[in-house]
């Protein structure tokens, strides 16, 4: 038998996540986003940090952590192996600049880089191939995503990528 005066008094706290609402009640996009946000060149509103001439820079809308980058071409291929040599080229010094510019601004203890490849892999757009750069930290995987299959980014996507452009800019990316 347990008593109510153990109980976790914190147990039933809302997470309050004002900004996913026009997520969860707007219109769900059709098409591809990556070869939308190639086209239209709206880098702020996007979050494009940069594009070179084969692929881009961008951070993730839904991120699984603070920072979370990702590469994809402009060209709509589904898979590594269909891209032409200078886009895969491009694509991994993008991948590395991506890792040297949250390691200079973020100063994160470890990285998850890699590509989702196909639907059972993971892929949440898996026609148009991507590669993320994902920046962790000890103790970032707490009990959030264990018990309520939820995730806490402690910053805005905007001011995450303000920040990320503007040491873009600065040359904090490259070598």
């Given amino acids: 038998m347990t008593s109510d005066c153990n109980a976790d008094p914190t147990a039933n706290r809302p997470l309050w996540a004002p900004w996913r609402i026009e997520y969860i009640r707007g219109p769900k996009p059709g098409g591809c986003f990556f070869c939308e946000k190639a086209a239209r060149r709206d880098d702020v509103a996007d979050h494009v940090l940069a594009?070179?001439?084969h692929a881009f820079l961008l951070l993730n809308?839904?991120?699984y952590n603070s920072g979370h980058l990702m590469v994809a071409p402009y060209r709509h291929v589904g898979?590594?192996?269909d891209l032409?040599?200078?886009?895969r080229a491009?694509?991994?010094e993008l991948l590395v600049q991506a890792e040297r510019l949250l390691q200079r601004v973020m100063r994160p203890q470890g990285f998850n880089i890699g590509f989702n490849l196909g639907l059972p892999a993971g892929a949440?757009?898996?026609d148009h191939v991507h590669g993320h750069v994902v920046p962790r930290w000890n103790g970032d995987t707490n009990f959030m995503p264990v018990l309520g299959n939820t995730?806490?980014?402690p910053e805005s996507l905007d001011a995450t990528a303000d920040i990320l452009r503007q040491a873009w800019q600065a040359g904090e990316g490259k070598p």
């Fill in 84 to 87: 032409a040599p200078a886009e």
């Fill in 61 to 63: 809308d839904f991120p």
């Fill in 151 to 153: 995730r806490v980014v």
């Fill in 51 to 53: 594009r070179g001439e």
């Fill in 79 to 81: 898979d590594l192996a």
């Fill in 124 to 126: 949440g757009v898996a």
């Fill in 90 to 92: 491009e694509i991994m």
